[in-house]
């Protein structure tokens, strides 16, 4: 389900650095015409709004609180695509002993987060005939050792990202999932990922997927193999007809 970005109005989660203000760069070079900046700081967004005036207005959330985001929906019905790209990693292994309490902080904003996205919205999209775009990555995929509560959360998050996919999709709504490598953003620097590709490229991945009604997109050069190696079985399986 393709989505005309030119003359629309976005949504962006974590829209105030890295992955998030590339992407708001990209709407805005691909001819969206408002952008609100959905940001737990709202000082956090003076360079965003000193660049696009007043196509930009930031109002603040915090994805872990449903009220917060019910809140948010209510202050921005005219948003036809919501991309919810507000996310936190932790590096733990299975066997530290702090990965549990890694893995509930990280539920809390990468999948709970989602959850309070899309049902807030969801009443939003389906009116404007929107889009919701998902900010998954290739550790929804694949688990790495010492970032297994992350890989947890984002695989749980893709997870329900497929079911949006099938309940909004029935509503007219189109919902995409960007599954990226590692990007030099903050975060992935904490990781040690400083020579990886910047997050412009995601953000090209997610103007692109919009535009050609793509549900998966995988944006850099390591995502593209995994996505080579994953495309019979999304085609076949994610994407195919199951009836249960």
Request: aromatic share 6%; proline share 3%.
């Amino acid at each position: 389900m393709s989505v005309t970005l030119t003359g629309k109005t976005a949504l962006v989660t974590g829209a105030n650095r890295g992955i998030g203000k590339a992407i708001v760069e990209a709407l805005f070079e691909r001819g969206v015409s408002k952008v609100y900046l959905a940001v737990r700081d709202a000082e956090s967004t003076t360079e965003l709004h000193s660049t696009y005036a007043d196509k930009v207005e930031t109002l603040t959330v915090d994805v872990t609180d449903a009220s917060s985001v019910q809140a948010l929906a209510k202050q921005a019905t005219d948003t036809d695509i919501v991309v919810n790209n507000a996310g936190i990693m932790k590096l733990q292994s299975p066997l530290s002993g702090e990965a549990e309490a890694a893995l509930r902080s990280e539920f809390e904003v990468n999948v709970f987060g989602l959850l309070h996205v899309a049902q807030a919205f969801e009443p939003v999209l389906v009116k404007n005939k929107g889009a919701l775009v998902q900010l998954n990555s290739v550790a929804s995929m694949k688990t790495f050792g010492d970032m297994t509560t992350y890989c947890a959360s984002k695989a749980a998050a893709y997870s329900i990202t497929q079911g949006l996919r099938e309940k909004l999709s029935e509503q007219g709504v189109a919902v995409v999932s960007i599954h990226p490598g590692p990007i030099a953003t903050d975060m992935g620097k904490g990781a040690g990922f400083d020579d990886a590709p910047g997050p412009d490229v995601v953000a090209k991945g997610v103007v692109d997927a919009l535009e050609a009604g793509d549900f998966h997109n995988f944006p850099d050069d390591m995502a593209k193999q995994l996505g080579d190696e994953y495309n019979s079985y999304a085609n076949n399986v994610i994407l195919g007809d199951f009836s249960v």
